[in-house]
């Protein structure tokens, strides 16, 4: 019996571009090298999750996805705890966790990546019964994510015109937690949970996240004036949002969330139906994923 040593899970509507045209390519490298592999493409949301069950079956690729966070999140998931080892292939419009990595997406280098890098074995966030591997939380990120989901314009042109919009109308949100017992309380722009450094798009909401340190890491922003947005942003994308004013972050071993005064909570970017209270924790060591 032939062993397959990549099974390649591709999202083709993964992030603003088509990912077939990219595949297409990536298999013919394959091809050349002699590089055994499969490949299936998800034709629904929950798919990847599905695809990967049937495969741990089996056991004996290296799973890879190709897409964006959330088809991350779903072959991930599954993973977690689990001896497998996978690999990812950034399609998306954020790809936090793969730029945090360093994982390239250009074919000339996706071989390399594939064929000799390390696998790293990385903490995962957990919030009730599900993972996010990113960032998760509430506030005005949640609020975009939510109407980000809704649009049809995806790609980074529509999320800023849509982060604008938004701003001018936001009044932060109403919210009770707790950091490893220490109490919160109070009005926030937005608290979120992270166990990568960035959104995503080289936003960094957490500058000192560390895959492998059993933390998360819990960045809470206060109110601020209008004319701290510039700063705000400019300290977001510049890793030096933990100096920034009005901005206080924490680690933490667990989070609890008491109560929120928004219906909108974001996991990975994507609209998350969060049940409060909820219990965000670590699962240390969770995952087993190649890094370049
Ligand atoms: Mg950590």
């Not at 996991?267 to 969060?274: E, F, I, K, M, S």
Request: proline share 4%.
């Amino acid at each position: 019996m032939v062993r397959k040593k990549y099974a390649f899970i591709v999202n083709p509507i993964a992030g603003s571009k088509s990912s077939t045209k990219y595949f297409d390519k990536l298999k013919a490298e394959l091809q050349k090298r002699s590089i055994p592999f499969s490949s299936i493409k998800t034709k629904w949301a929950g798919h990847a999750s599905e695809l990967v069950q049937k495969l741990l079956k089996k056991g004996e690729a290296l799973i890879v996805s190709v897409g964006g966070d959330g088809t991350f999140n779903e072959v991930a998931s599954i993973l977690v705890g689990t001896n497998q080892k996978m690999a990812h292939i950034p399609r998306g419009s954020g790809n936090g966790l793969a730029r945090m990595l360093k994982i390239p997406h250009k074919i000339g280098k996706v071989v390399g990546y594939l064929e000799s890098g390390t696998i790293k074995e990385i903490d995962v966030g957990r919030v009730n019964n599900d993972y996010f591997f990113c960032t998760c939380g509430f506030g005005f990120d949640a609020l975009i994510a939510h109407r980000f989901d809704g649009s049809k314009k995806r790609g980074l042109k529509g999320y800023v015109r849509n982060v604008i919009k938004s701003f001018f109308s936001f009044k932060g949100v109403t919210a009770q937690f707790t950091l490893d017992g220490k109490a919160y309380k109070g009005n926030y722009f937005a608290v979120t949970i992270a166990n990568a450094n960035q959104y995503g798009n080289d936003a960094f909401i957490a500058p000192k996240a560390n895959l492998q340190d059993g933390l998360l890491d819990v960045t809470i922003i206060k109110p601020f004036p209008l004319w701290y947005a510039p700063l705000m942003a400019i300290a977001l994308f510049g890793n030096w949002i933990h100096k920034a004013r009005f901005v206080e972050t924490r680690k933490a071993k667990k989070v609890e969330l008491h109560s929120i005064s928004s219906p909108y909570f974001h996991r990975d970017g994507d609209v998350y139906p969060l049940q409060v209270p909820a219990t965000l924790s670590v699962f240390p060591s969770g995952l087993y994923l190649q890094t370049p």
